[in-house]
């Protein structure tokens, strides 16, 4: 089965800008994650969607921040304005049933902002 | 708020010695925990959970200890290699949904 795909990998962009980054789950996968680690801190949790339906926003950052998950399959999330803080590994992850069971991580973005 | 945490930022540890890597964590109400491993450039991978209404589990190689009374987890490699080079994170979750992470522990393993 394949995995969780993001993707850019490496994304590079001046302050000011948008990034668009994208996440294809797993097939079959109701629950979406989004999570975020800025350099040398930990992995901190954005929002949890479920099919299309945001379950839990509560860690976004701010109003720049904007996630969607289109038809309840794959799910962007888009940065802007970026700032130099949003620099960072941008990961996703799905899972089929309710609960942190079987969750699977994508390879994650890299942003950074310059 | 949630506060997860490991002592130690760095670890070095020879070929084939074993490797112990811990974490502590703040809420009490937690009730899963999960280990994950992660090399560069890859996501986080699941090595191995436990839930609260255990103290030990063992997976290959690998053990997870949890102590409640002191809000400890700590994760055993048994004959380290040099494959499990790597930073390893802790998590926690109470809500069934969202994880609380640590800031993870670099684990490089001399030949």
């Known amino acids: 089965e394949a995995g969780v795909t993001q993707f850019p990998s490496h994304s590079v962009i001046e302050k000011g800008q948008t990034v668009t980054l994208r996440c294809d789950p797993i097939s079959g996968h109701d629950n979406l994650y989004w999570y975020r680690r800025v350099m040398g801190k930990e992995i901190k949790f954005l929002l949890h969607?479920?099919?299309?339906?945001?379950?839990?926003e509560s860690g976004m950052p701010n109003n720049r921040f904007l996630a969607e998950r289109t038809g309840g399959t794959y799910s962007t999330l888009k940065v802007q304005p970026a700032e130099l803080e949003d620099s960072g590994v941008y990961f996703c992850?799905?899972?089929?049933?309710?609960?942190?069971?079987?969750?699977?991580f994508g390879s994650g973005t890299r942003l950074t902002v310059v | 708020g949630e506060s997860v945490g490991l002592h130690l930022p760095t670890l070095s540890v020879q070929e084939g010695d074993n490797s112990i890597i811990n974490c502590a964590y703040s809420n009490s109400a937690s009730d899963y925990f999960i280990w994950y491993k992660q090399e560069s450039g890859k996501g986080p991978q699941f090595i191995i959970d436990i839930r609260s209404n255990m103290d030990k589990r063992q997976g290959q190689r690998v053990t997870v200890l949890l102590n409640k009374t002191v809000k400890h987890l700590s994760l055993q490699i048994a004959a380290t290699q040099p494959g499990d080079s790597a930073v390893y994170f802790c998590a926690e979750t109470n809500t069934g949904n969202q994880f609380y992470f640590g800031t993870g522990t670099s684990l490089t393993v001399i030949p």
């Open positions: 969607f479920v099919k299309e339906s945001k379950q839990d």
């Open positions: 992850a799905s899972s089929q049933g309710t609960g942190p069971y079987g969750y699977t």
